[in-house]
């Protein structure tokens, strides 16, 4: 029993008789780079939220990295996934009145153990920062507002802030659809070696199945969920 | 919560121009709801201080506020008056240290005639205790001279030397005049900000000498007979009041109740400090309903910042949304807002002052000159900073409903960013 995320009679609606999800089970191991697709709609959304502990599950298990989060009190989950999870958006990651390194830096402000992470292997977590983003492609940038950037660069500055401080489990919602595709082969090398390196369990989720070679294990969530998926 | 102030300070930084309008729109109402306050107790003051130094103010029986009113404010008219002998009499008590006696009833063009002594310019005081001084020429000398008042001369365009004719009654249309006993301007008062200014003085004998042919209230010319005016006795028979300055105050009351027992006629003394306070707090209700205005104006800054405030919030519910997927939790969110608004109302506070005391620098000696009224440019009094913290805690308070706001697109978009 060492599954990293592990779901078990997930179920999730709004109103009783529309199930926006209904999953029997669902195991993630550390370390592993997993693809859930399925057609927009089918509840990726919602099943995002329960594993990042925004929502809580109507009934069944959430269990992350032996913590069950359907029994933690909703600050409880704040800080659980500020401590453990790096989250990466479509577009728009970032905030337009800070610096790139301000942006980066903004889970080490919300987490104390994110920041001491980051500074367990770099000293500070402003040196991290430049590491990672050095690692990335854009030790050039780190000063910059983030306005400056192309979207791919914007997209690399939130993969940076997600892998500060070495959270548990990096959850990517389709951060390749605004990139053209050569830019995303190349965002998710990146993200994944970076993932291996830092031992970071990385969830992507993704409509776009031409993606699925990167990864170690693809699930299709439209076949996970028996609910059908309504959000 | 360092880093939270960093946020709001950027995230306003970075929506400027919206800041500055609501900074400025709260500056305004602020500005406006001092400028209210102080005008208030420059009023009040200046009103308080329109008679200081006379310990009594003494006419017939009336009632205090009307003796107030038509001695000291030229409000309305005498019921009845006091004669010469009890008026000698009173003033010439061994606890009377000097008396003014008034004589009203004539006009100029909408401003009263004061029949009066040297002893006005001597004694009279206003203010904190300031007594009258002369911007152009001299006491009356001569029968038909004539002292303004500064706003008679300024607005009348009045200079030394000039004639006024001045009228019976004391309409400010007037048909009844003094046309055969002109008067000639032989000094005038400089500015007091009390209704001194708006006064013409001139000596006793000059009031009986105008109404000589003058027979129950009709112009008779020839009635008084021929002889020159200049071998008459103008002693007069009456006068409409007199204020008394007494040696000690102590013996201020036994002398008022002395006055209401005075056996020849019918007469009452009041202090004018407690008349002051009594007429107002009749015209009290307008200088509330003055501060409660000004109230609504700031309050209509607020409206103004919370209306700005939860239009741009559906702009900012990406931003929100970022902020709680790096971990910011929902009540930070709510306090990252409420401490914007707060920030926004103190500097609002802080360049409304800024607008009011450059603008009270400026205008100060204008303000003085002109109406006579009198504001300090002192720091704000505890009255006006228990204004200004309310104005702040409403300010910051009305941050609670973009919080709420906020609170709830937080809990409900959860990661999901919504554009």
Request: hydrophobic residues 45%; contains cysteine.
């Amino acid at each position: 029993m060492s599954s990293l995320i592990e779901l078990q009679q997930l179920k999730f609606y709004w109103r009783p008789d529309t199930p926006v999800l209904d999953i029997d089970q669902l195991q993630i191991e550390a370390g592993e780079k997993l693809f859930l697709h399925g057609p927009s709609g089918c509840g990726k959304s919602t099943l995002l939220n329960l594993m990042a502990g925004i929502h809580q599950p109507v009934t069944g298990r959430i269990v992350v990295d032996g913590c069950d989060l359907s029994e933690l009190s909703a600050a409880a989950r704040d800080r659980f996934r500020a401590d453990h999870i790096g989250l990466i958006f479509q577009q728009f990651n970032l905030l337009p009145y800070l610096s790139v390194q301000e942006n980066v830096l903004l889970p080490c402000h919300f987490s104390a153990l994110r920041r001491e992470q980051a500074c367990l292997h770099y000293g500070t977590a402003e040196a991290a920062a430049s590491a990672l983003l050095a690692s990335l492609g854009l030790a050039a940038l780190i000063d910059k507002p983030v306005t400056d950037l192309s979207i791919g660069q914007q997209q690399r500055v939130a993969a940076a802030r997600a892998l500060i401080g070495n959270p548990r489990i990096i959850i990517a919602d389709e951060p390749t659809s605004s990139l053209d595709s050569d830019n995303r082969a190349g965002f998710i090398k990146l993200l994944i070696e970076e993932c291996d390196q830092h031992g970071i369990t990385l969830l992507f989720v993704s409509h776009d199945r031409a993606l699925t070679k990167h990864f170690t294990r693809v699930v299709d969530l439209q076949q996970l969920n028996r609910a059908g998926g309504r959000g | 919560m360092k880093l939270i102030l960093n946020l709001v300070y950027k995230s306003l930084l970075n929506r400027r121009m919206t800041a500055l309008m609501i900074i400025c729109s709260i500056a305004v109402s602020v500005a406006l709801l001092l400028g209210v306050e102080k005008v208030r107790h420059g009023a009040k003051q200046s009103f308080s201080s329109t008679i200081a130094g006379t310990d009594l103010i003494v006419g017939a029986r009336s009632g205090s506020v009307q003796l107030l009113l038509y001695s000291v404010f030229r409000i309305g008219n005498a019921t009845n008056n006091v004669s010469w002998e009890s008026y000698q009499d009173i003033a010439s008590n061994s606890k009377v240290a000097w008396s003014i006696p008034f004589s009203l009833g004539d006009s100029h063009r909408g401003y009263r005639v004061l029949g009066t002594t040297d002893a006005y310019f001597q004694h009279y005081r206003y203010g904190k205790k300031r007594p009258l001084t002369f911007s152009q020429g001299v006491p009356f000398k001569q029968l038909h001279d004539v002292v303004l008042g500064a706003e008679v001369a300024k607005k009348l365009n009045y200079q030394l030397g000039d004639q006024v004719v001045i009228a019976h009654g004391v309409g400010s249309t007037s048909f009844s005049k003094h046309k055969d006993q002109p008067f000639t301007v032989s000094g005038i008062l400089a500015a007091t900000g009390t209704p001194v200014d708006r006064t013409l003085h001139v000596s006793l004998q000059a009031i009986e000498a105008i109404h000589v042919d003058w027979q129950s209230g009709a112009y008779i010319p020839g009635s008084g007979g021929t002889m020159p005016l200049e071998e008459r006795d103008l002693q007069p028979h009456q006068i409409t009041a007199f204020l008394l300055g007494l040696k000690s105050k102590i013996a201020t009351f036994q002398l008022q109740r002395y006055i209401s027992n005075y056996r020849a006629e019918p007469l009452q003394a009041v202090l004018p400090g407690v008349a002051l306070q009594e007429l107002w707090g009749m015209i009290g209700i307008a200088e509330n309903a003055l501060l409660l205005i000004s109230g609504f104006v700031v309050l209509s800054g607020l409206f103004t910042m919370l209306t700005v405030l939860l239009t741009g919030l559906n702009e900012r519910r990406r931003e929100l949304a970022i902020l709680r997927s790096v971990g910011c939790r929902p009540l930070q969110i709510v306090m990252l807002l409420v401490i914007e608004t707060g920030l926004l109302t103190l500097l609002g506070i802080a360049l409304g002052m800024l607008l009011l005391y450059s603008g009270l620098a400026l205008g100060l000696p204008l303000l003085e000159q002109w109406y006579g009224l009198q504001l300090s440019l002192s720091l704000p009094e505890l009255a006006e900073l228990k204004l200004l913290l309310l104005v702040l805690v409403a300010g910051t308070l009305t941050g609670l409903i973009p919080g709420y706001r906020a609170y709830r697109y937080s809990l409900a978009d959860g990661m999901t960013v919504r554009i």
